[in-house]
DNA sequence: AATGAATGAGAATTCATTCAT
DNA sequence: TATGAATGAATTCTCATTCAT
């Protein structure tokens, strides 16, 4: 039980380099790819991730906890309003710095039952931040964690085109959204709040192939 | 001329085949299925678009023309806020019908000089569109055409892991955004204004193949 | 319709190259050589036969037809004893050829309907072979088409070790099964006639893959 | 010298457990399963056996090992043809068990020194055995060990398809081949007694590897 | 001596694109 | 001009074998 330290050691170059590889240029970077950013031969990336939607699985457990994480952090602020808009901000700021992020959506990847956990884990530990912003009059009295979570993504995508030359342009949209968000003398919103994520469903019709 | 007409119907017939194809089944679907979906054979497909990008170009173009003819159409209503709003919900459901949406963003399809020409046009529109809505108040005075124009992709994204159980769920992120988009005793944006959309750049670093 | 002229002989080339590859190395004589056998691209094997399963089938039907074909001429000759031991031989000779007979045996290919068709159209016709021959008293009186058919493998086996340096020693096979044949004053055989082959069980216990 | 006692131990473990993958699975079964099968690591494997044809060779000879010994057994008794034909029983019994027997014709473990002497062996015992049946008259004067031992696999693999569903088949084809063994007023045999077994050749083109 | 991580050649298969008919 | 056959690079994944611990 020494011998672990290479595969440690590899594992996360492995984690690393998909990250950036993935976030660089999307789902479609070759597993040969990602074995040469890592410095590693094809077969020790099978080794760790036996497919490629493990791996993939393995990155977004990765942020999905990374952002749990910082949710936890932010439920100890006093003004749960700001914490949760510093949340947002924060987590908007991880999602940046991956493209993959939106080819993700919908992938068999998402079926794992390992990211659903995280995804559940993530929207509860969100509910609670969001639930003291609600207490507090911080957001209306209809907004939750999911749709919470569901902005992150959101807003990382309404700026993504002006990522490149405006990195930080999505303070504009957080700032609007959140504007969006705050309580006041209106009317519910018009959809229901959000069920559970529970992400494309593997069964045809909906997300079907086509090859 | 009859070859002419049988071209010119063929190159309909594809295109309607290839926005649906892509809309299901996302932009990895194959020519193949394209070419028999539009009921013709492959070579047709390559003698009129001679590469997938610029069969998606050719798309995407379809998509922004009919976003800006929509816009064009509601530049004529009294009530500019109101306009503005219903031309948005108009917009996120033709996005929400395609699935490919998400995937092209950031492609080499997107460099087309065609298709930063259809994008310029439809901020242009909206700008008009989002002019008037500024004047009249609806809108903070800080927001532009390209604001919104990004929003429509933002918040279908938004919704987008709804979309299989609750289709319209967009409706209540649009209701947030417009939300904050409003006019209000409110701070300037923190960020300035988007520039016109150069969408990713073609010449490595920032979108890399990588394969 | 003309195009077709390079197909069909690309398609015979593929046949021939692939029946020789097989034949000569086995079952696991890769794709890609036998491409290059049959001098095309590795592409064009799959345009052909989509899977090497399906290789394999369309090889083992020409070989199970041109048994059945054998057989039905011998169905022609007076002396029905004479007529099935020729058959035999010829069929052996055939068999003799293709090393890959043995592996064969068993394989996912054995279920595709049509190869299933053609064991059953072989074994219909042998059958007819045999029972004239049993009712001229050339052989036992339960000796079933199936048995002769088993045994067209069986005896090449039992020569097969031989075949480099004695190619012509399965007729010393054959006559000593030949002779095991023929009706005498001998009791039943110990085991029932064979059914109807059914090669091997698609479901797992009896042939695991067990990777 | 405790080590060498777990190395014996450990020899043991994965020869059984190589006999039964090879069995159940075929010669394709990875050394991977074969070392879980047998409880040790994969370094352990290439310790005992370097390649795998070594693997496959050393099990081959424990296969002809034990039917040598049998056949010694059989030597024994004083009815003679009886006893071949038990000992033919007992041996198809053996093979019958083995689905990579099949396979493992032709193969370069087949080459190996070791295996060819265990062949020989075989056949000088099997000779015993059948020259006593020859001179009582229990079978065919140009009978030889070799005609019997090919045998063996030959009537195998006769009911090898009807393995899973009828286990016992190959008795029927016992009988047939031991009926056409047997001494009579026939003529000799068309082909002359198989030469001592040589298998195939490593040299290029009968057994060629055609990668 | 045993372990199991790393290696890398190779397998089947897919697909955009080219080209002969 | 339309067709669809041919091409061959690329992809995911497997596995025998090597080697550091």
Same mark, same amino acid.
């Given at each position: ?61 990765? $942020? !999905? *906890? &990374?952002?749990?994480? =910082?949710?936890? %952090? +932010? /439920?100890?602020?006093?003004?749960? @309003?700001?914490?949760?808009? #510093? ?74 085109? $002006? !990522? *490149? &030359?405006?990195?930080? =342009?999505?303070? %504009? +949209? /957080?700032?609007?959204?959140?504007? @969006?968000?705050?309580?006041? #003398? ?26």
């Amino acid at each position: 039980m020494q011998a672990r330290a290479d595969s440690v050691r590899n594992r996360r170059l492995l984690l690393r380099a998909a990250t950036e590889a993935f976030a660089e240029c999307g789902v479609d970077v070759s597993m040969h790819t990602i074995a040469q950013r890592a410095g590693v031969a094809k077969g020790t990336v099978f080794r760790h991730f036996p497919t490629k939607d493990d791996l993939l699985a393995a990155i977004m457990m990765q $942020l !999905l *906890d &990374r952002l749990r994480e =910082a949710a936890d %952090r +932010f /439920l100890r602020a006093d003004d749960a @309003g700001g914490a949760l808009k #510093d949340f947002m901000a924060h987590g908007i700021g991880l999602l940046a710095a991956d493209r993959a992020f939106c080819d993700v959506i919908g992938r068999p990847s998402l079926q794992h039952a390992d990211v659903r956990e995280a995804i559940d884990r993530l929207c509860d530990t969100v509910e609670d931040l969001t639930g003291r912003a609600r207490e507090q009059g911080a957001v209306r009295g209809d907004i939750t964690g999911t749709d919470i979570v569901l902005l992150l993504g959101g807003i990382h995508q309404t700026a993504q085109p $002006l !990522l *490149d &030359r405006e990195p930080r =342009a999505w303070e %504009r +949209f /957080l700032e609007i959204a959140f504007d @969006g968000l705050r309580a006041r #003398d209106r009317a519910t919103l018009p959809h229901p709040p959000p069920a559970r994520l529970r992400m494309a469903d593997p069964s045809g019709a909906s997300a079907p192939t086509g090859k």
